[in-house]
């Protein structure tokens, strides 16, 4: 069965690195999302893209915060110049589409734990 | 707004237990999709099931099944004759039809002891 993979699945950075946590959503999916879940508390979105494009964003995602699909398979989130406060689980998640307006089931990627020291 | 509430943070049962994990949310949407994820300590995210907003009808599959009423905006979530393996966080979710963000309710921290 499809799954949506994650890279790393843990990494340590020191505040003002930047880091660039990877996913590959499953292949004939159209949209993708990246959320992220701070220990103990819930998941949060923080930004969905198709076509190319962010479609939306949060609060959460300022400019520290980029997203790239470089390629037909990856999609990337980037972080500039991590803060503590950054230190979170980063889910990747992704779905095949909408038909109209109706939203498709979205599938998490096993996530990558950041530790910014 | 968009949100999701889990009220019960955390919950312990015996195995075998019957338990049930509730979710009310609130939307503004007339069209609204309800899911429900588990988490195991291994920490990815399971999707369980999705829901709409015009189909009431309860659902069941094998040992889980799920309880939507739109008259008090809950869609909760029961878990028959439990079993350790059961032993996750719970998230329920909701997308409206305004964006397809997933809005997470807290979570409930499910254990079961042998």
């Known amino acids: 069965e499809p799954e949506v993979t994650q890279t790393p699945s843990h990494q340590v950075t020191q505040m003002g690195q930047e880091v660039i946590l990877r996913c590959v959503p499953i292949s004939n999916h159209l949209y993708f999302y990246w959320y992220r879940q701070i220990l103990g508390q819930k998941v949060e979105f923080l930004v969905s893209?198709?076509?190319?494009?962010?479609?939306?964003k949060s609060e959460i995602f300022d400019d520290q915060f980029s997203v790239e699909r470089p390629d037909g398979s990856n999609f990337t989130l980037k972080i500039r110049s991590t803060k503590l406060e950054d230190s979170a689980m980063y889910f990747c998640?992704?779905?095949?589409?909408?038909?109209?307006?109706?939203?498709?089931?979205?599938?998490f990627g096993p996530g990558t734990r950041l530790t910014v020291l | 707004a968009q949100k999701v509430t889990q009220a019960q943070t955390e919950i312990s049962v015996v195995e075998k237990e019957d338990v049930t994990l509730d979710c009310v949310y609130e939307?503004?949407?007339?069209?609204?999709?309800l899911f429900w994820y588990k988490q195991p300590p291994s920490g990815e995210l399971v999707f369980l099931i999705r829901r709409n907003s015009f189909d009431e009808q309860n659902e069941i599959s094998g040992r889980y099944s799920w309880n939507f009423q739109k008259s008090t905006s809950s869609f909760n979530f029961t878990i028959t004759a439990s079993q350790v393996v059961d032993s996750a966080v719970y998230f329920c979710?909701?997308?409206?039809?305004?964006?397809?963000?997933?809005?997470f309710g807290t979570g409930t921290s499910l254990t079961v002891i042998p």
């Open positions: 979710a909701l997308s409206g039809n305004t964006g397809n963000q997933f809005y």
């Open positions: 939307t503004r949407d007339t069209t609204y999709y």
């Open positions: 998640a992704s779905c095949r589409g909408s038909s109209g307006s109706a939203p498709d089931t979205q599938y």
């Open positions: 893209f198709y076509n190319n494009e962010i479609s939306e």
